[in-house]
């Protein structure tokens, strides 16, 4: 499916239309504005090309990957050129489908048969993958001013956003969703013809990338970025955030969850007021009872299972140890989760010990710094292509 795919068209199944495929540009996929021409939910066209299976109007070039709602967006009013296209991928446990997001250029890089800049964003414990949208924008508007060419990719953990829920709460666990994210950055790599890519974490998502790093998968990672965690999580930090995640608390206008999502992360004094707008809109839904529309909060209640009574602290020292890739730390100096004591040991061990660790402080901000402001997003760019 890496070759061009030529031939006669195929049918529309009701119309009996053509149905024009092309290939991508990098990648073998069945084009995007194809796919927009028809909104088949569940059925999925097969058609075998050389002895492979190739799903129209749906799959993009391997079987687990799965097109979610067969539209693309521009994501930049500033920015007519950056897009940001919605798919999924089916999770191998329990088949669930795990949604993400690409971004992307449209134009065509200057500099020709350059390695693309592949990027995977793996968000917190209650977020989703559109808390990385400023940051994706400052990565691809970079890459675009010196001419080469970057995706930027953050899923959906399954249980928040568009991502499926799992039937199994006791599978809601770092180690599961690092199961996931492993063949997902397999096939990302494989897509633009890499072996590795370069991986942001912030909180439960910097635990699955060192989870990955321990299960010898740590190969995947060019460079790793762990935002405000590390090799070892105070139990007081876990309490507090058992208090509000789990919750189903519903409201009665936007203006009212907005208000609600800057209470829970009140420690992170970096964002700025008019981004809350943005945050609150992917991290809720409209629910509606007859005439009457609530705002919910878009995740499944059981992903806090973990947190019930008194959690332990947390020992990561062996998955923080077994990282051999050029690390950059990104601490809120505010922080509870990441305590400053623990910075000043990760200095001393793992990538720390072996000359491959950067420290970012975010002065002034608690957990987790949402590389979200220019300053934040500069210093990932640095890390990311000096």
Same mark, same amino acid.
């Given at each position: ?75 930049? #009013? ?28 449209? +134009? #065509?890089?200057? +500099? ?78 494989? #897509? ?43 139990? $007081? ?37 008019? #981004?809350?707008?943005?945050?609150? +809109?992917?991290?809720? $839904? ?60 990760? $200095? ?5 010990? $072996? ?26 760019? +640095?890390?990311?292509?000096?």
């Amino acid at each position: 499916l890496y070759e061009p795919i030529l031939g006669p068209s195929i049918q529309h199944p009701k119309s009996n239309q053509p149905i024009g495929f092309a290939r991508n540009h990098h990648i073998g996929v069945v084009e995007d504005h194809v796919l927009n021409a028809f909104s088949f939910e569940k059925q999925w066209y097969q058609r075998r090309v050389r002895g492979k299976i190739l799903f129209l109007c749906g799959v993009i070039v391997h079987p687990n990957f799965v097109v979610l709602h067969n539209h693309t967006n521009r994501s930049s #009013q500033r920015n007519n050129t950056l897009v940001r296209m919605e798919r999924s991928f089916v999770c191998p446990i329990q088949e669930k489908k795990m949604a993400y997001y690409e971004w992307r250029s449209t +134009k #065509q890089p200057a +500099k020709e048969g350059s390695k693309p800049q592949v990027v995977v964003c793996v968000h917190g414990l209650s977020q989703n993958g559109h808390v990385f949208e400023f940051l994706a924008h400052g990565l691809v508007e970079d890459a675009e001013k010196r001419g080469t060419e970057c995706h930027v990719y953050a899923v959906d953990l399954v249980g928040r956003g568009n991502s499926e829920w799992l039937d199994d709460r006791s599978l809601y666990n770092p180690g599961t969703y690092a199961l996931h994210m492993i063949p997902f950055i397999e096939e990302i790599a494989k #897509q633009h013809g890499l072996s590795s890519v370069n991986y942001v974490g912030t909180s439960l998502g910097g635990i699955t990338g060192m989870l990955i790093c321990f299960m010898n998968k740590g190969h995947l990672f060019e460079k790793l970025i762990l935002n405000d965690i590390g090799g070892f999580v105070p139990s $007081k930090s876990l309490q507090r955030i058992g208090e509000y995640v789990g919750l189903d608390p519903r409201f009665k206008t936007f203006e009212e969850a907005e208000q609600y999502m800057k209470t829970i992360y009140s420690q992170c004094r970096d964002i700025p007021q008019e #981004q809350f707008a943005h945050f609150t +809109k992917y991290a809720t $839904k409209q629910i509606h009872k007859g005439a009457d529309v609530e705002w919910a909060l878009i995740y499944d209640p059981k992903i806090s299972s973990g947190f019930k009574g008194v959690p332990p602290d947390i020992e990561l020292w062996p998955q923080y140890e077994s990282i051999n890739v050029p690390t950059l730390l990104i601490h809120g100096t505010d922080s509870d989760i990441l305590l400053q004591s623990t910075v000043e040991e990760m $200095k001393g061990r793992g990538p720390g010990a $072996k000359g491959l660790l950067q420290v970012y402080d975010v002065v002034g901000t608690g957990h987790p710094p949402y590389l979200s402001v220019p300053a934040q997003i500069h210093e990932v760019v +640095k890390f990311f292509t000096v």
